[in-house]
């Protein structure tokens, strides 16, 4: 499936990654929840968040937390307060660094409340993105606050895109459990 460009597709689009990621969690095995993800091995897997993350609750709370960065944004800058997406002290250069914050601030969060909250942001979020038009979605420099991209990009990323990420990694993760 290409990336979505109509408010249509997208909400089509997060809709079924946010199933397909349920089916994935569904057809986890007892050890696939319970064996840590350890990466360390893989060569190919260098970005910062295959070590990051070391179960399913953290790529849970991953997802819940960029979808509270983009419910966050979206009001605030939709109320007259300007707020960028990444919250200070981050900025695109550091994101990284807040990804782990936020996992470091959910390591006692337990793996049902994790899945509770995911539930719940990712039908704010859907709720959020039923608002908007498709112009204003997909239009570039129709709210000023989000620069040059439109803002349905923003709620791609956020879902469909993040579902993505997030699946792949499960199955990768099922692979070396199984091995």
Not at 64 to 86: C, D, M
Not at 157 to 162: G, L, N, P, R, V
Request: proline share 4%; glycine share 4%.
């Amino acid at each position: 499936m290409s990336r979505p460009a109509t408010k249509t597709d997208l909400i089509a689009a997060a809709v079924d990654r946010f199933e397909k990621l349920n089916r994935t969690i569904g057809g986890m095995t007892e050890k696939e929840l319970t064996t840590p993800f350890d990466f360390s091995a893989d060569a190919n897997k260098k970005e910062a968040h295959w070590q990051r993350d070391k179960n399913l609750r953290d790529v849970l709370i991953h997802l819940y937390e960029w979808h509270r960065l983009l419910l966050t944004w979206v009001q605030s800058n939709e109320k007259g307060e300007a707020k960028p997406f990444i919250p200070e002290p981050y900025n695109w250069r550091t994101y990284g660094e807040m990804n782990v914050e936020f996992w470091r601030n959910h390591q006692s969060t337990p793996l049902e409340t994790a899945k509770e909250l995911l539930s719940a942001s990712h039908q704010d979020v859907l709720a959020a993105a039923e608002k908007f038009t498709n112009e204003e979605l997909f239009s570039k420099c129709v709210f000023p606050w989000v620069g040059g991209s439109p803002l349905g990009s923003y709620f791609v990323s956020a879902t469909s895109s993040h579902y993505d990420w997030a699946i792949k990694k499960l199955k990768a993760h099922k692979q070396k459990a199984a091995a």
